[in-house]
Every structure is written in C-alpha cells, then in structure tokens.
C-alpha cells in the first residue's frame, strides 16, 4: 500500500489564526538541513512515527522534490523516501489537481493513500473512474496539517488499528 505525502499545507501547517507551536532545534540530529527551513519547526517530529506506524510505503508526493529527503525526513525521523518525478507538462483538465494523473500513474495499479490540502471532489472522481485499486484521497486542513483525527481515518480505511496491508 503507498501513502503519498504532500508536504505544504499538509506536514507543514500555515494559515491558522493562532500562532503554531514551535518544535525547537532539540529535535533536529545533528547535522540535518531541516534547520535551516523556517517554517518547519511547526511540524511535529513525532508524526514521522506516526505515519510510519500505518504500515505503508511512504512515497513523497510534492514539489519540494529531492529537497524532502533533505530537510523533512530528517526532521521526521524518516529515511530517504521515494519522491515522484512531476512531468513538466502535464497539463490537468479543469478542477482536476495536476498531481491527480501523475500520481495514478505512479501507482501502477497499486492501492493508495493521498494525503494533500488541495484534494477535491474532482480528484475522487477521476481516481475512481481511472484507477482499478483502491484508493483514499484524504483532504488535510491546511492551517493544522496532518492531525491524529486524519491518520485515524486512513487507519480506519486501511482496516483497523493494527492493520499494515
């Protein structure tokens, strides 16, 4: 089972009306590039574990490339993940996300989990019509990130607490 990751507005929170807690340096190991990014701190070290409980290959679905395995996987605890290549010209048809077909196709007929703040209604749609696995395209709520509420869902949609497909 993959469990594609988008990175802004889904790891990483912005846009809440509250200021966000702030994950000090004491979690970084030693020598990690995520310091230098100065939003990152906003994102809890601990989902790494979390995400890595579910029992799915984790595969980086954002544009932050290379660049995730550089500064976000460290800072999760995370090893150097997979990242999906995005075509440069990939040109989506209307309200349909431009990672939808990409990500599909990545896939290969393999089941999936899609974590990302800009799903909709549209994506589901072109999945379930187009792709012959099972597929979950969870919307995260960009000014939190990813919560405990959302990876109760994709648990419950993998098969329980415990499952690891």
Known sequence: ?????????????????APYPSYTSRFVPPGAAAAAHPLLDRTDPGLGA??????CEL?????????ANTCVAPWLGLPPLP??????????????????RPL????????????DDELT???RAWVAAHHPARALLHR?????????DDL??????LGGPTAHP
């Open 1 to 17: 089972m993959l469990l594609f990751l988008d990175i802004d507005g889904t790891l990483l929170p912005f846009g809440a009306p």
């Open 50 to 55: 979390r995400l890595a409980s579910l029992g």
């Open 59 to 67: 595969v980086w679905a954002t544009t932050w490339l290379g660049d």
């Open 83 to 100: 990242v999906v290549d995005w075509p440069d010209d990939e040109d989506a048809p209307a309200r349909l996300h431009w990672k939808t």
């Open 104 to 115: 599909v196709a990545w896939a290969a007929g393999r089941p999936f989990v899609w974590l």
């Open 121 to 123: 209604a549209a994506d």
């Open 140 to 148: 995260i709520d960009h000014r939190y990130g990813v919560t405990d």
């Open 152 to 157: 109760a869902v994709v648990r419950e949609w």
